[in-house]
């Protein structure tokens, strides 16, 4: 059995950037941690554009999934924006089979 500190601590760095909001997400999103995405994609507003960097994020789950897509239209409806960039290995493999990956870059909203 792996010992607890062998996991990846999960972390959120939000920064506002040019017009846009930045969150940095390191480690693991999933059913225990999509909260915390969720709380910083609310605080960056309704009509926000937000862009998450998943460079640091090495798993994501449908907990995960469900907040980004989720997000995506209530800032889409609102004039707002969300787009996902450095997707890696995994995560990007997650996106691809869910449908929400075309030719390298993230579609987290359909019509």
């Given at each position: 059995?792996?010992?607890?500190?062998?996991?990846?601590?999960?972390?959120?760095?939000?920064?506002?950037?040019?017009?846009?909001?930045?969150?940095?997400?390191?480690?693991?999103?999933?059913?225990?941690?999509?909260?915390?995405?969720?709380?910083?994609?609310?605080?960056?507003?309704?009509?926000?554009?937000?862009?998450?960097?998943?460079?640091?994020?090495?798993?994501?789950?449908?907990?995960?999934?469900r907040v980004v897509v989720s997000h995506a239209r209530k800032l889409r409806a609102a004039g707002g924006q969300l787009a996902v960039t450095n997707l890696r290995g995994e995560v990007a493999k997650?996106?691809?089979?869910?449908?929400?990956?075309?030719?390298?870059?993230?579609?987290?909203?359909?019509?």
């Open positions: 059995m792996a010992a607890l500190d062998e996991f990846e601590e999960f972390e959120i760095r939000p920064r506002h950037e040019g017009g846009v909001d930045v969150i940095e997400v390191e480690g693991e999103l999933d059913l225990s941690t999509a909260d915390q995405l969720e709380r910083a994609i609310e605080e960056a507003g309704v009509a926000a554009r937000v862009l998450l960097d998943f460079e640091s994020c090495g798993f994501i789950d449908s907990s995960g999934l997650i996106f691809e089979l869910t449908g929400l990956l075309v030719d390298g870059s993230a579609v987290v909203h359909r019509g």
